[in-house]
Structure formats: C-alpha cells, structure tokens
C-alpha cells in the first residue's frame, strides 16, 4: 500500500502503528477453515421449515385464504395467516419516527406486489413445507397495476398503497424533498447555455452468496434465540419487538457473521415470521431464503430516474443546476424515503453551484419493495451527475477533468442544503487521478488546493 | 419415507448416516455428519460454495445424491488443516485477504485444492478456469487467485 505525503502533509501524524499497515482479518481464520458459523449452519433436533405462499399477483384483492388442503399435508404442523400475527401492519423507519406504518408481515385482504408473503407453512422437512404451500388456496380478484413512476404520480393512477393514500411518500416538506438554493431561473438566464436530460436506471439485486434467512431456537426460560444474517440486528430486534408485542427482553439476537449483505439485508422480513412460528409450534423453526426468492422478493437496489438540467458559462463555471428524482420504492417504504432524501442533498454533487433547485420523490409501484444497496439515494445519481458532468465539457469545448477543477468544491464553500464545506479533497483526489491515469491537466489547476487561500 | 443407508470416508473418518432417498450429499454432510464447512448458496449447482471433493474429484454436492456416495472418499475443506497447522491454501487465503464474507471460501478452496493436486505449477489462466464455477460476490476475485498461485509456490518450493 502506497499513502502519497505530498497531500494534507501538515493534517497527518506519519509513524502511525496501525493505519496504513496491512493487518489480518479476525475472521479470516474461521473462513479458510470452514469453521465460521453462519446462521445456517445451526441446526437444532426437531427444527421446523418455513415456507411461504406468495402473490402470483402484482396487485389483487384477497376475497379468501383455503388452507384446508395444506393442513392436511403430511408433515404440516402449522399454517399461519395475517390473522396470526400481533402487530401485523409496521415498517422498518418508524424506528426513528419515519411512518406511516404500511407493509403487512403477511398480506391482509390485498398484496400490492407480486411476490408479497401471503401464508406461512411451517412443516417437518423443507419439502413438505414447499408442497403444502403449492395446496393453498387463494382466490384474487386482480386490480389494475401500476410499474412507472412517472404513471404512478399522475392523477388517476391505480393506488398501491391505502397506508399513503397517495402514490408518493408524504415528507414534512410536502410531496417531495427539497432543496433551494439561490435563485435557479436567475442562473438560467446568465448561463450561456443549457442542458437538460434525463437518466434512468434499473433495480440491482445484490445477491450474496449466502442467501437471507434465520434459524430461531425457544429457550426454556420463555425466549427465543434467532440466529440472523441481518445486517441491521438492532432495527430487527426492535422491529420483531414491534411486531410480535413481545418485550425486547424475550428475544436473543445471535448474528453478525453474514454471507454477504451489500444493503441487501437490512430489512426485517424472515425473522418476525420465523420467531412467531417458533412461539406457535413451541420447536425450532428454519426460514431460508431459495435462490429464486433472493433473487425475486429481496428489495432491490431502487430504479431511479434523474432529470438534470444545468445552466453553464463559456469559462465553464455552472451556474445553475436543477434536479427532478425519482425513486422507486417498489409497493411499500422500507429504507427509500431515507434514499430519496438522501438524494436530495446529494444532487448538487461534489461541486459549488450558486443556484441550485432539488426536488426528490420517493414514489410507490406495485414493484418489488426496494431498500437498501451501497450509496443507496447517491450511487446512481453520481453516475448521472458525471455522465451529465462530461456532456457539459463537451458542449462547451473544455477538457471534462478541467471542467471539474474550475467546479470542485473546495473548504468553506456552502453546500446548496447549506452544510458548510469542510475536509474537502476532490481537487487532490483529481489531481492524483490526474497523474496516475496520465491524464494531464494544465498546471494552475495541479496547483489548487482544497484550501481557500486566507481560510 | 425409505431411509437409505450410506458409508463413506469424510475427512479421514468412516462414517455411516441413514438418509432419505433423494437427499442430496450438501445436506447429508451438513445435517447428518455436522459438517457445515460446505455451504449452500444457491442449491443449483451454479455458484460452488458447496464444493467438495470426492475420490479426488471436485464436485458439487448439492448436485450430487448422498445415496450415490457410498465407499466414497470425501474430502472437504474442514478436514484440510492437520494437526492445527494449515494446508498452504488456508495460509495462502489468509495472507493475501482472499477472504471477505468467507461463504464462498470452503467451496474456493475445495476447486483450488484439486487444481494443485493436478497442476502443481499452474499459470494464472489455469487457475482461472478452475475457479471459474465459484462465485464470490466480495472481493473481485483477484486476490483470490493471487492467493491460489502464492500457494502453489509455497507447494513447490517445499517440494524442491
């Protein structure tokens, strides 16, 4: 590992012990021997599986549940419906105050996406929990559907979520998230020139190599020990506290070794479900994730679309910036009103804009519910932002790392949601990506600095 | 339904299990024997952390039915280490932080101990190719086989 001197030299102790020396992982030695426990490989006498019946549908009404067939089955012991579950309406944000509660544990007289968790068939092995799902019997009577944001917003669109009753998530600033900055059409009309566009982009998977699921042992003394691949043990402990009205003292959280997560398991879905199970049937209970299901029902990365149009100057200072996002949180909230929000104070970029309009909708679909993925709200708005960032370049002739230089922002600069700068590095990181990728610039600007002169 | 009855040697050990028909080998080991060192990611055959070698061979075994592993020699990655000391592999996993989530490591291994066992020298494409049934979601897989080429130095240098 190589740590250049020449930048921040007067901000940084050299001799430091630890950083900047390569150490081993603590883990690392239960991994190369195949000792590491993951949550599956917990395997207890008497263990029940999980399975569940999930919407065919991507909107319907339930008119009704016949479990009859499946409880029958051999090797069924349980079958749970909406009906069975304490506090069946929640969700993940309200936590930290960010409701209205709106996703069912298991669907109530409606699913709003295709896939949503209908019943759950608790039975002796694997198969036979799969094939009395297969017995169950739903009757749907199927709504119009709604898979476009933009169809979503307009007036007259099927409504996905009753919760919201509206399409998009209602913030305390309104119908979307906003930020002002400046006046945007005053910068419009001084720009030189301007360009607007739009980016799209679809939802990614993450797929861990370890798929979601937890295994949930009842304890003698009235608790019940989940083993958990969450990524979130703390939000899933005090949600399945939430939704199973069972004090967070009944409940043992064991985890934090996870087969890969990427964002992907931050939401509390299989542990509630599984932990009620094992109250119910009084054995232990196995609710894992096939590959299908982590592929089709785990949230996604969210789709977003990003309007961009920016007023520009010849000398290539941006003048003006003005963002329209959307993020599709699939049918129900999970972690998206955070990543839109998140989008909101991100748009701007790394660069110092004196006018600046942003507006970010967290908008509801009879999609898969999306939440969160790695820079989840600012990932896929960097990749349009510099994608628009070069467009800019070329439209006015100028080399597009040059062009970054003369907008990078530097300490001290307010940021448009009005966050002083402080501890910027873009113009060193530029000017190393610079050298390294012998992508020369003109020297004035190998000769900035993220400090201002006199701050 | 019909249990099955299965021996097979597993790491060194003799070992006799019951299964039900149409078990696979994945879950025989993982259930029966207590074995979790192999892992089930996708239980399709396509992402091969449940790698484990049998009569030499690299398999997957949540391909492969238990009842058809009788007098079989099982190796997996669990077994690998003698005495606490580990295989050069292990070593060489650790050094180079071919490891990050670690799922897929026992099923790497497994694919990286059969290359060596046939090609003690092999060239960096060589080792590509053997691990290229084994997805890992972590590390780019660089380090992986820097690892896997770093060990079979080890091996030779040891050899010499």
């Known amino acids: 590992m190589e740590l250049r001197k020449n930048y921040f030299a007067d901000q940084r102790k050299d001799g430091l012990h630890e950083i900047g020396q390569p150490r081993p992982r ?7 021997t195949g000792k590491t426990a993951y949550f599956a490989d917990r395997n207890f006498p008497g263990m029940l599986h999980l399975k569940m019946v999930r919407s065919p549908h991507h909107h319907a009404r339930i008119r009704s549940i016949d479990t009859s067939e499946a409880e029958k089955h051999p090797g069924v012991v349980k079958i749970l419906t909406a009906k069975d579950v304490p506090h069946n309406v929640y969700t993940i944000l309200i936590l930290i105050q960010i409701g209205p ?13 295709k896939g949503e968790a209908v019943v759950a068939v608790l039975a002796e092995t694997e198969r036979a929990a799969q094939e009395a799902a297969a017995k169950v019997k739903v009757d749907y009577e199927v709504l119009p559907a709604v898979f476009d944001m933009e169809e979503a917003l307009k007036p007259g669109a099927p409504l996905v979520n009753e919760y919201h009753g509206q399409n998009y998530y209602l913030y305390d600033s309104g119908e979307c998230r906003k930020v002002r900055f400046g006046d945007v059409e005053a910068g419009f009309a001084e720009a030189d020139h301007i360009l607007e566009q739009s980016y799209q982009s679809s939802p990614i998977e993450h797929a861990p190599t370890e798929t979601t699921g937890c295994v949930v042992m009842p304890e003698g003394n009235d608790r019940f020990t989940c083993y958990t691949n969450t990524q979130a043990m703390f939000f899933t402990l005090d949600n399945a506290s ?13 985890g934090g070794t996870v087969g890969g997560g990427f964002g992907g398991k931050v939401d509390v879905i299989v542990e509630p479900i599984a932990i009620l199970g094992a109250k119910l049937t009084g054995r232990p209970v196995s609710f894992i994730y096939s590959r299908e299901e982590e592929m089709q029902i785990s949230s996604p990365r969210a789709a977003e679309k990003v309007v961009i149009k920016d007023g520009v100057m010849k000398d290539g200072r941006i003048v003006a910036r003005k963002v329209t996002g959307y993020t599709d949180a699939g049918a129900y909230s999970r972690h998206s009103p955070y ?3 998140k989008g909101a104070a991100h748009y701007p970029g790394p660069y110092t804009i004196p006018n600046v309009w942003i507006d970010t909708y967290c908008v509801y679909t009879n999609r898969t519910p999306s939440s969160a993925m790695r820079g989840f709200g600012v990932t896929i708005g960097d990749f349009a932002l510099e994608v628009q960032m070069d467009k800019l370049a070329r439209l006015i002739g100028m080399d597009p790392l040059e062009f970054r230089f003369i907008n990078a922002y530097r300490d001290g600069d307010m940021k448009a949601h009005r966050q002083p700068t402080e501890g910027a590095a873009l113009i060193e990181c530029m000017q190393e990506a610079s050298r390294a990728a012998n992508w020369p610039v003109a020297e004035k600007y190998m000769a900035m600095s993220s400090y201002k002169k006199g701050a | 339904m019909a249990k099955v009855p299965i021996q097979f040697t597993l790491n060194g050990s003799e070992k006799a299990e019951f299964v039900e028909g149409g078990t696979t080998l994945l879950h025989a080991l993982r259930d029966k024997t207590g074995d979790t060192s192999p892992k089930g990611g996708c239980h399709q055959g396509t992402c091969g952390a449940c790698s ?13 039915l238990a009842e058809t592993c009788s007098g079989t020699d099982i190796q997996t990655t669990s077994g690998l280490a003698e005495a606490g000391v580990l295989h050069p592999l292990q070593r060489a996993f650790l050094d180079a932080f071919a490891t990050q989530c670690g799922f897929c ?30 997805i890992c979601r972590c590390t780019g897989y660089e380090p992986i086989i820097q ?7 080890a091996n030779s240098q040891n050899a010499a």
């Open chain 1, 339 to 341: 990543g839109a929000q």
């Open chain 2, 147 to 153: 690892a896997v080429l770093t060990a079979a130095r």
């Open chain 1, 26 to 32: 603590l883990d690392s030695p239960g991994h190369v």
């Open chain 2, 105 to 134: 490591t026992p099923g790497m291994i497994m694919a990286a101990k059969v290359l060596l066992d046939h090609t003690p020298n092999p060239s960096r494409e060589d080792v590509v190719e053997a691990l290229s049934g084994n």
């Open chain 1, 101 to 113: 509660e709106d996703e069912t544990v298991l669907a109530d007289g409606k699913v709003r996406w």
């Open chain 2, 52 to 64: 484990v070698i049998i009569d030499g061979e690299l398999r997957l075994s949540c391909l492969t």
């Open chain 1, 242 to 254: 939430i939704i199973l009205q069972m004090p967070g003292s009944k409940l043992h959280f064991v």
